[in-house]
């Protein structure tokens, strides 16, 4: 848990965070998983979308059942 919140303060005190600015918006510049790449992190945010749909359905399926 200390490791959780120490990051999250890192988070919160390393960059500037005014309006407009890229870490107000929540982008802190972490790409290991999305691209920088504006076609690749539109084909992957795409796929997040589509898995989450899938897992939405299959949970409504399990309810059904």
Same mark, same amino acid.
């Given at each position: 848990? $200390?490791?959780?919140?120490?990051y999250m303060? =890192?988070? &919160?005190?390393?960059? &500037?965070?005014?309006p407009g600015s890229d870490a107000?918006? $929540?982008d =802190? $510049? =972490?790409k290991v998983l999305t691209s920088s790449d504006?076609? &690749?992190?539109t084909k992957k945010l795409n796929a997040e979308i589509a898995? $989450?749909?899938l897992a939405m359905m299959a949970i409504i399926g399990m309810f059904f059942q």
């Open positions: 848990w $200390g490791q959780i919140l120490a303060a =890192f988070c &919160e005190v390393s960059q &500037e965070q005014t107000y918006a $929540g =802190f $510049g =972490f504006p076609a &690749e992190k898995n $989450g749909r």
